[in-house]
């Protein structure tokens, strides 16, 4: 039996002070969104009246049943192929991008910091580097292929820049953010041994990130090959070309076969990060 | 070992009147006034109770507190008057071995322990330790020595809280630094392992000439392990001599006059004895009585 506290102590646990601002919090968020809502016209009613009921039971008609015939599906496995290289190409230059970016603005390799506020020049060093980022990711990939497609002709090439640099920024901004989550005691003692950056970030860093990392850039791939069908929209191949033109003549049947085909890929993408994430465990 | 034209009894460390904080950034002092000197190839004993400031002045020493006054000088340099790369040099000349040893869970024993060589080896040799380890021998030796050597290719995290804290020392073991800073090596080990460690610690520091500075709070051992006391109490030194001479009334002001008041009190309730100081100048201390 635990002793009974006399009732000014008792007092204390009547009043949590956390309350107030919890509260404060959430009628913040209520007012702020309430507004949006209304601009966006948000009106879900309108999808489940008789008449919008009847052309969208015509439209998914026309999708059934997805063609198979042997030629089609030749071509389509051709370009599935092409979508996947353009999407893995792509990332691969994300990366390649991203790894010295996100090594040179997380502040869990920094020396300055071991004993003093971070000294002016690194700190300044770090926010050019996620000024950058933000940058890169800040025009959508469409954009960007756009203007390649007018540099470097129709194509994958454009296609893989664009995707190149906004996932450069993309992954560079989440990688920088997983290594700063890291338990710091690790690299700290490490550095403050007299290793080096890169040695304290694979001895110390590295091995309680590397889950985290891998399972967000398989889903930065799955997230590729969405962005490369975009693409094909505006000339730089693979599915997304097929499907646009698919969709002007109005075969429903070939578009439902691609489509078929994208749920495939994102779930093989789905498998192999449940793969990896439990290897990595 | 470095090829250094140092011999036994140079200064290692050097404190004139050291004011340090506890952390990093923090401004309040808790070492007031620190003189001390470490001679290269002497083993220190560390005592004092819980915030006496023996972490603090550890974490001084590994330049991982800028101090507020006074001079600090390791291996006859002041490392906050030096450039940061050659200050990061100089770090690689010590080591410090924390309380909670800094493992990443996923990681094996080996790189574990293989990671006090970091400092002295290039970033090629490092990753490709990473890939293979070729010093496993050299990092088996040391985890044979603190009875461990079947461990050497497990996980971190599969290890109870004792055999991390003695792969944080292997670590200490295979690094090539001149002096080892070590905080309480025994929180978590049984009392017969504890002796073995630290007989460990002091044969092979003093095989290699290293200069060896350990935090205790196992009086005897301190006394029976090593040559050197030094005893801190609320920031200051009050005992800096031979162990064999550091008597048991010494021990008992050390550890404060609340145990030696309750020591003297026998047979009186908690209640009956006078606080030293009322928390509240006003109102006496709420009694909480346990039935």
Known sequence: MLPTPAPQVASIARHDPALTSRWATVLLIAVLLWPLVV??????????????????????????????????VWLLLHETWRTVAIATAGLTLAGLIAVPLALGASARLSISALARPMAAWPFALRSVLRATMVLLRSVPEVVWALLFVRVVGLGPTAGVIAIGITYGGMLGKVYAEILEA????????????????????????????AAELVSYTVYRWECAIRASVVLGFVGAGGLGQMLDSSAKMF?????????????????????????LRRAMA | MPASAARDGDLVVSLRGLHAPAAALATTPALHGLTLDMRRGEQIA?????????????????????????????????????????????????FLAPQVPPLPPRQRVVTAVLAGRLPSQSLAASVRSLWHPREASLAHEALCALDMGDKLWERVDRLSGGERQRVGLARALVADAELWLI??????????????????LTEAARRSHRTLVCTLHQVEVARRG??????????????????????DAQVAALYGSREALEIQADGATPQDAAPSRAVDGARPPVPMICR
């Open chain 2, 226 to 247: 090593f040559d050197r006391i030094v005893a801190l109490r609320s920031g200051v030194i009050v005992y800096d001599g031979a162990a064999a001479d550091f008597t």
């Open chain 2, 46 to 94: 560390l005592i004092g109770s819980s915030g006496a400031g023996k972490t603090s002045l550890l974490q001084s020493l590994s330049c991982a507190v800028t101090p507020l006054s006074g001079s600090l000088e390791l291996f006859g340099t002041n490392p906050w008057a030096l450039s940061s790369r050659d200050r990061q040099r100089l770090r690689g000349r010590l």
């Open chain 1, 182 to 209: 890291s338990d710091p005691a690790p690299t700290q003692a490490l550095l403050r041994n007299g290793s080096g950056r890169l040695q304290a970030l694979l001895y110390g860093a590295l091995p309680q990130c």
């Open chain 1, 39 to 72: 601009l966006t016209e948000f009106n879900p009613s309108v999808l489940f009246d008789a008449r919008s009921l009847r052309s969208t039971g015509r439209f998914v008609a026309s999708f059934l049943p997805p063609r198979s015939d042997a030629e089609f």
């Open chain 2, 183 to 200: 905080d309480e090596p025994l929180s978590a080990l049984d009392p017969a392992r504890a002796t073995q460690v630290i007989e460990q």
């Open chain 1, 251 to 275: 075969s429903g049947g070939e578009v439902s076969a691609i489509l078929l085909v994208f749920i495939a890929l994102v779930a093989a993408s789905d498998r192999i990060s449940a793969v």
